[in-house]
């Protein structure tokens, strides 16, 4: 994926202030593992190029079946009915550093553009707008935030992402303290009253000052237990 070409298209849209550069070839890694089809992202740029790729890539493997050894595979995936992927972007493109308004030009020289839903507008209050055909959510990536942010999002968006197994990613909260507090506060639900309800997990960037974490948060309230093998 890091051919010249799509380097050179998305070096414009990274910004040093955000902090990406690493999380952006996470995440494609990332959505490459986990397959997810419906994303909805709050806050865009540099990271929305490697996510459309991502996206892209899953669907051409996923048509061409032909060429994986189905002996190896989950039968359940390939067997699906196909269901095209797509990338929202939420972002109202105001913040002085903002790469979103790069975001469409660059997934059209890149030919990423069909996965693209791009929604110029403030994310406060705009959740019921995102089409019902495109739910639930497999992945909800959040890169932007204060405490208040984070509870609008809790409360509006995190019921559009699927209970069986969607995620939810979250930028930045381990070593600042609106991100600190809105943790400690999921980490309280999920002693409480929703432990079968998550699983959470954080990874630091520890070389790092700010935009250093990645919070990973997955549904499992209605995921059954499916076992593919019994032997090592
Ligand atoms: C941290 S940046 C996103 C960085 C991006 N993911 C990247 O990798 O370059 C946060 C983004 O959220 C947007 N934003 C901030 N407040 C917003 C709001 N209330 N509604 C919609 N977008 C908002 C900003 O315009 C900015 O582009």
């Known amino acids: 994926m890091l051919d010249e070409k799509f380097l050179k298209v998305t070096k414009k849209l990274f910004s040093p202030t955000f902090g990406t550069e690493n999380l952006a070839p996470y995440l494609y890694s990332l959505i ?8 909805l992202e709050l806050g865009g740029g540099y990271t929305s190029i490697f996510i459309l790729k991502a996206l892209s890539d899953n669907e051409l493997l996923f048509k061409d079946s032909s060429s994986v050894d189905l002996s190896l595979q989950n039968e359940h995936y390939f067997n699906q009915t196909f269901n095209p992927s797509k990338l929202h972007v939420i972002d109202n493109c105001k913040d002085g550093y903002t790469t979103a308004n790069l975001i469409f030009d660059a997934s059209k020289k890149l030919k990423l553009d069909p996965f693209l839903e791009f929604h110029e507008t403030d994310y406060f209050g705009y959740a019921e ?17 204060s ?4 509870h609008h999002v809790m409360r509006n968006y995190f019921p559009l992402v699927n209970r069986a197994g969607g995620i939810v990613l979250i930028h930045s909260l381990i070593t600042n303290l609106h991100g600190a507090l809105f943790l400690k506060q999921l980490k309280l639900a999920q002693a409480t009253k929703e432990f079968n309800d998550f699983e959470l ?5 520890p070389h790092k000052k700010r ?3 990645l919070t990973m948060l997955r549904f499992t309230t209605n995921e059954l237990t499916t076992i593919h093998s019994t032997l090592p």
């Open 32 to 39: 490459r593992l986990i397959r997810p089809r419906k994303i």
């Open 201 to 205: 997990i954080s990874l630091l960037e």
């Open 129 to 145: 707008n995102i089409p019902k055909s495109e739910l639930p959510l497999d992945l909800l990536w959040i890169d932007c935030g």
């Open 211 to 213: 935009q250093n974490s």
């Open 147 to 150: 405490l208040n942010t984070y």
